[in-house]
C-alpha cells in the first residue's frame, strides 16, 4: 500500500513538471496592436494608444522587409507587439512587427 501511494506521488509531482505554466516563475507574455504615439530612444520607452511601454535591450523588430532596431521606428506606425506584464503598470516590450501603412487600426 505504500508502496502504490508513492507511485502515485511521483506521477502527481512529474505531471506538475509537465506543465511548468503553473509553478512558472516568468512573467506572462501578452500580445496587442496600436499606434505608436511617442518613442523616447534614450529611456527606452514609447507610448502605444496612450499606454507607456519600456523596451526590452535586446528587442525584436521586424520591419517587414527584415529585422530592425528599436531606433528605426517612427511616431505614426501601426504595429502589432509582444510585451511582459510585470505588474498593472510595468510592461516590457519584447517582439514589435510594423505593420504595413495600408491596414488601418480602430482605436477604442
Not at 71 to 95: H, K, P
Amino acid at each position: 500500500m505504500k508502496r502504490k501511494i508513492t507511485q502515485l506521488f511521483l506521477v502527481f509531482i512529474c505531471s506538475l513538471g509537465a506543465s511548468s505554466h503553473v509553478f512558472s516563475a516568468e512573467p506572462p507574455i501578452a500580445s496587442a496592436v496600436g499606434v505608436i504615439r511617442s518613442l523616447d530612444y534614450g529611456a527606452n520607452t514609447m507610448i502605444v494608444n496612450g499606454t507607456r511601454y519600456r523596451v526590452a535591450i535586446d528587442v525584436q523588430v521586424d520591419l517587414g522587409a527584415g529585422h530592425g532596431a528599436f531606433t528605426m521606428l517612427q511616431d505614426g506606425w501601426s504595429i502589432e507587439f509582444d510585451y511582459t506584464v510585470y505588474s498593472a503598470v510595468e510592461r516590457e516590450i519584447v517582439r514589435v512587427r510594423r505593420i504595413p501603412a495600408n491596414f488601418v487600426i480602430e482605436e477604442a
